[in-house]
């Protein structure tokens, strides 16, 4: 423990922002009155060169251990002022930052009493907290250069190939006898017309070339351990049981077409879904003259109200194919809203329309029917109820999740939501980042993507997971959460607010909270009935000392 | 040989592959040819389906970027020449003189506070005004003025210098010149963005002569809190007429004055009683104008026009992608600020095709009582009180209808940045029909020349989840290159 407390404070000017409502002079000299503060300062602007370097001069010159900066939002400057400390060789923890701009000048511009009262007390408070701060290290882990990818699909195998390409190894899982995923039995893809076996082929082969990425099949995912940079996976395949240290996981388990088991009649035969009938314009076995084809089956429905977003373009696709091999073939499309979003996809679709299938829309409140021969169907333009000839009927039904989601969401930790697709850190801006740092995903199983999408989710899975694979170790601050296991009663409360289920209890029945795993979001330290967990940083001790001051 | 490398376009695409790049250990050359990074998102008020405000959520991102060690914002900066191949390109890039130096300016603003100068702010749709020595928009980055040479009283052989006067940090330097240099990279990352279509081509919507027919991204900073309401809804012919109200104030109080002095000197009474006539005019006109602005104070019905340029083979063959949820979102979000508010959704088909999104276009019928209208928009007239009239057939009923609005919005196509076929041209990449660059669909990210690639909005029109997983695929390919050939 240091002897001495020696406190320096510096108050920013920045220009009139604060200057302008708030009387910089007094909040100096008031600053001076409090206990073991040495030096006060003003800058013009503190963040300038010569306000930083201003304090490391001040830390050398009067000795300073401890740091208070009375400016701007902790948020854009706190990083620039903690170097500056740790430049003049104090532990940038020892730092402490009030916002007297946000908080005072400018909200209270027009109560310059209040704000300067306002301004004081926060000043105060800091200088009160700050004598109990401690200085905080930063540690770290060594990164293991290999991925784990699960699912050899065509994201999977994207992916793999992508962090083969940056250099890092790979183990890849198949839950499958092969690779390949929901392309194997596929006919082509559009809009590239590239056969969809050809595609699996050409990715298959160029994974059995590369040394790098060592491939599994017939695999299942049993045990994952472990935190960033340092997972070590357990998983069999074909009756052997492996473990893997990875450094990095990319989820790429994919979906299902959903089976439409008793939706308007399906029967695999006359009415099929559009997978079986690409099976069959594979084979060249497609001889009906007469197709319709229904949309959203068993999508956008109350007890699956979602837009699986790639059907459309599948019909569309698949009744542009029938037309090629039969240009008399009558194609009808009946669908809800047409999803062909951006150049391609609408592009296509005005193809089919000009290749001459119909598309005529229906409403969920009424519903074509699926009779012998034909389909019925509400025309809206002519406004009453039409016969379609159908010697096939084809259903095309939403991607939905495979049953496996759910252990692979409990053996990572990583949530699924309610249609069981994996549920990304930040819908906009983290779209294939888990909230846990180290676990990516993309394709289907996000949600249901085209492969143009597929591959770029996967491509960019892997940029995300190359971000730590390319660090030999990582390093981590310790404003983390810690256990004092003395305290510790067992009760579990750590362990079932954790969002990212860190605590865990150890053999001797008390809570461990890995430092490496932890977020730092502080849920836990709250919650303790027995407070054993302190959180650095923001200590009890901190928290009172700057409460008393505010009070005193 | 480098293995180094170029992002062009600071929008949150070419943000999110510089971070990615940045991260891996990789120098990264970040250009935007504004004064400020941030690209559209952060013209945005909120983004869909979760409602976040967007340049809280974007607003990290840019610091992030500016601050990493391994990243050179080149802001205001233009691309000019690009030689060499892939692993070794050259690029010789032009910074414009920003007439502020970057390293002393602190962005306390009392240089555009004091700056004589007012112009439109083309951040705020023109909609606002700003001073010739500006900050683009208030969170931008990096956070420094610039002095706009095309407005400046300086540049125009006027007598000024207020803003060197008033500086306190002494950055204003009106000597600056533009620095022309070359950069030497191993990939480049072209992520240009998009422009939103200009509607008022399509006369019978009549945008540009109906005040309140107004595109959907002018109605994002009308929400905007930042925005020229401060985040109030209103109308643009609010804000035209709050306007004139001002002029005429400011005259009616310079008229007064004026008569003031007459009677004092003693004036011939025929000029009193012209300048008493005038003023009484004025003042009647005051009075008009006055009433049109309480009338206009209401905000109660609110139409959105769907596929405008987009869709439709005499503008834009193809589809925005997100025009349908970006309108539900206004829709909502407009409902938030006034909850009085009834809003009609006039569309083609409704693509809400992305995790969430129907789900996110249901509850904007259920709670927030967004009417659907299934149909294109044939015009838009001017009605009683030059309120715009909507025509419209709606598909379920057959029929066509007119209904008057307080304020309609387009929702305009998303087309080509402007510089897009000029920057192909210079780096020899291909486009597409639409004007977009070129990819293969199995290669989602790969331009035709090798070694450079490309995300977002420049490969086509997509929405900010797609723009950030096409940027980290563009960043991994840009290592794959590097690392290969760099």
């Known amino acids: ?552 | 040989m480098s293995r180094d490398v170029l992002v062009i376009g600071g929008g949150i695409a070419g943000i999110q592959a510089s971070l990615d790049l940045a991260e891996q250990g990789f120098t990264v050359y970040l250009v935007e040819r504004l004064p400020s990074i941030g690209g559209k998102m952060a013209q945005l008020d909120k983004t869909f389906p979760t409602n976040d405000c967007s340049i809280c959520i974007m607003g990290p991102k840019l610091f992030e970027v500016e601050r990493h060690p391994n990243t050179q914002l080149l802001t205001y900066t233009d691309v000019e020449a690009v030689k060499g191949g892939a692993g070794n390109f050259t690029v010789t890039v032009r910074k414009k003189a920003r007439y502020v130096d970057e390293a002393k300016c602190t962005a306390c603003g009392l240089c555009a506070e004091k700056c004589p100068v007012s112009v439109p702010d083309v951040f705020n749709m023109n909609m606002d005004t700003r001073s010739a020595i500006y900050k683009y928009f208030p969170q931008g980055i990096p956070s420094v003025y610039t002095i706009d040479d095309s407005v400046c009283r300086i540049f125009k052989g006027k007598k000024c210098n207020i803003c060197a006067k008033i500086c306190e940090a002494k950055a204003v330097n009106y000597e600056q010149k533009d620095a022309v240099f070359d950069l030497n990279v191993g990939a480049i990352i072209v992520a240009t963005g998009f422009d939103v279509f200009d509607p008022s081509d399509i006369k019978p919507y009549g945008y540009g002569t109906i005040p309140d027919v107004i595109t959907a991204m002018e109605f994002e900073r009308l929400l905007n809190a930042s925005g020229p309401t401060g985040g109030h809804l209103e109308r643009l012919s609010s804000l035209n007429t709050k306007a004139e109200i001002e002029q005429l104030e400011k005259q009616i109080k310079h008229a007064k004055a004026g008569l003031k002095r007459a009677e004092k000197n003693g004036q011939n009474s025929d000029k009193v009683d012209e300048v008493k006539k005038r003023l009484a005019e004025m003042n009647e006109s005051l009075d008009g104008l006055k009433a049109k602005e309480a009338s206009l104070a209401e905000l109660r019905d609110i139409a959105f026009v769907q596929c405008v340029g987009s869709r439709d083979l005499r503008y834009n063959a193809h589809c925005c992608s997100y025009g349908c949820m970006h309108s539900v979102k206004e829709a909502v979000v407009a409902t938030e600020h006034e909850s009085e508010l009834k809003s009609t959704i006039f569309f083609t088909d409704m693509r809400a095709y992305g995790k969430e999104f129907h789900e996110y276009c249901l509850r904007g019928g259920s709670e927030y009582g967004i009417h659907f209208v299934r149909g294109r928009v044939a015009e838009i007239a001017q009605g009683d009180g030059g309120r715009p009239v909507v025509w419209c057939e709606d598909m379920d009923t057959r029929k066509v209808e007119q209904h008057p609005f307080d304020l309609v919005v387009l929702a305009t196509a998303c087309v080509p940045s402007q510089g897009s076929a000029s920057l192909a041209t210079m780096l020899g990449f291909n486009l597409d029909e639409s004007g977009f660059v070129k990819t293969d669909p199995n290669k989602p990210v790969d331009t035709s020349v090798q070694g450079i690639f490309v995300c977002g909005c420049a490969q086509g029109p997509m929405d900010i989840p797609s723009s950030v997983s096409l940027a980290s695929a563009a960043a991994s390919m840009a290592v794959q290159t590097v690392k290969a050939l760099g």
């Open chain 1, 1 to 552: 423990m240091e002897t001495e407390l020696r406190i320096g404070v510096f108050v920013c000017h920045c220009g009139i922002n604060i200057a302008g409502v708030l009387d910089i002079e007094d909040l100096c000299e008031y600053a001076g009155t409090l206990p073991n503060v040495v030096t006060v300062q003003p800058n013009l602007f503190t963040c300038a060169e010569t306000g930083t370097s201003g304090i490391k001069n001040a830390v050398k010159e009067h000795d300073l251990n401890r740091v208070v900066v009375a400016a701007c939002t902790p948020r854009t400057h706190e990083p620039i002022f903690r170097a500056s400390c740790q430049e003049a060789g104090i532990n940038p923890y020892f730092f402490e930052m009030v916002n007297i701009r946000e908080h005072c000048s400018w909200v209270h511009r027009h109560d310059r009493e209040a704000a300067q009262g306002k301004a004081r007390d926060l000043i105060r408070m800091a200088v009160a907290r700050a004598m109990f701060l401690e200085p905080i290290e930063t540690f770290k882990s060594k990164v293991e250069p290999r991925a784990l990818v699960i699912g050899a699909g065509i994201a999977g195998m994207s992916s793999a190939l992508a962090l083969a390409g940056e250099g890092f190894d790979v183990t890849l899982l198949e839950k499958k006898a092969e690779m390949g995923g929901l392309l194997r039995d596929l006919h082509k893809v559009a809009p590239s017309e590239v056969g969809a076996g050809e595609l699996v082929e050409q990715k298959v082969a160029a994974i059995k070339q590369e040394g790098r990425i060592q491939c599994f099949t017939s695999a299942t995912l049993e045990e994952v351990s472990g935190y960033v940079g340092n997972y070590s996976a357990t998983f069999s395949s074909n009756g052997n049981t492996h473990t893997h240290k990875v450094g990095a996981i990319i989820v790429a388990t994919g979906g299902a077409p959903l089976k439409p088991m008793g939706l308007y009649n399906y029967d695999g035969k006359r009415v099929i879904t559009q997978s079986e009938l690409e099976t069959k314009l594979k084979s060249g076995k497609l001889d009906a003259k007469s197709i319709v084809m229904i949309q959203c089956v068993g999508a956008r429905i109350p007890e699956r109200n979602y837009c699986s977003r790639i059907c459309c373009m599948v019909a569309i696709k698949n009744s542009l194919h029938i037309k090629e091999i039969a240009k008399d073939a009558k194609v009808f499309v009946l669908y809800r809203d047409i999803q062909a979003y951006g150049v391609e996809n609408e592009a296509l679709f005005l193809k089919a329309k000009e290749a001459g299938v119909r598309f005529i829309r229906y409403n969920l409140e009424s519903p074509p029917v699926v009779g012998d021969g034909n389909v019925e169907i509400y025309h809206p333009a002519m406004g009453k109820e039409v016969p379609l000839p159908a010697e096939l009927v084809v259903l095309s039904t939403p991607i939905v999740a495979h049953d496996d989601a759910e252990s692979v969401s409990r053996i990572l930790k990583v949530p699924v939501n309610e249609y069981r697709f994996f549920l990304e850190a930040h819908a906009k801006l983290s779209p294939l980042d888990f909230a846990t740092n180290g676990i990516y995903l993309c394709g289907n199983a996000h949600y249901p993507a085209t492969v143009r999408e597929a591959i770029s989710q996967a491509l960019g899975a892997a940029s995300r997971a190359s971000i730590i694979l390319s660090h030999d170790a990582i390093e981590r601050v310790g404003t983390v959460a810690r256990v004092d296991q003395e305290l510790c009663s067992s009760c579990f409360a750590c362990v079932k607010v954790c969002p990212y289920q860190v605590p865990h209890m150890d053999e001797g029945g008390k809570a461990m909270i890995e430092p490496m795993q932890c977020q730092g979001c502080g849920i836990c330290v709250a919650e303790c009935p027995a407070e054993a967990i302190q959180f650095g940083y923001v200590s009890d001790a901190q928290i009172m000392a700057a409460c008393e001051a505010l009070c005193a």
